[in-house]
């Protein structure tokens, strides 16, 4: 089994940045690929970025060229840059995980952190 947990969230102003990590722990050979889900208030849970063990990398357009998606191997981390934030950016921010190396859904994600609050005030 794998856990993850997320930290970093907070309230930031509009063009603000916030920078959110996520700590992997247990069974984490099994991981081949980890990424960022977010959640607003009302709505499905939505693609963030993903990223495969191989180092590929998936951008929701929303966010392409805004967002960074890293990790950090050897210490297990996965981590979310969030740059020039807006409103629209409100949201539970999730990190998963999973074997697949191939992310065709969410499904494709086993295991799940409990979230981290982000929000931009309009």
């Known amino acids: 089994q794998v856990q993850l947990v997320e930290s970093g969230g907070g309230l930031v102003q509009p063009g603000g940045s916030l920078r959110l990590s996520c700590a992997a722990s247990?069974?984490?050979?099994?991981?081949?690929?980890m990424g960022w889900y977010r959640q607003a208030p009302g709505k499905q849970r939505e693609l963030v970025a993903t990223?495969?063990?191989?180092?590929?990398?998936n951008y929701a357009d929303s966010v392409k060229g805004r967002f960074t998606i890293s990790r950090d191997v050897a210490k297990n981390w996965l981590y979310l840059q969030m740059n020039s934030l807006k409103p629209e950016d409100t949201a539970v921010y999730y990190c998963?995980?999973?074997?697949?190396?191939?992310?065709?859904?969410?499904?494709?994600?086993?295991?799940w952190g409990q979230g981290t609050q982000v929000t931009v005030p309009s």
């Open positions: 998963p995980a999973g074997r697949t190396q191939i992310i065709t859904s969410i499904h494709d994600f086993a295991s």
């Open positions: 247990g069974s984490i050979f099994s991981i081949n690929a």
């Open positions: 990223i495969t063990r191989g180092g590929s990398i």
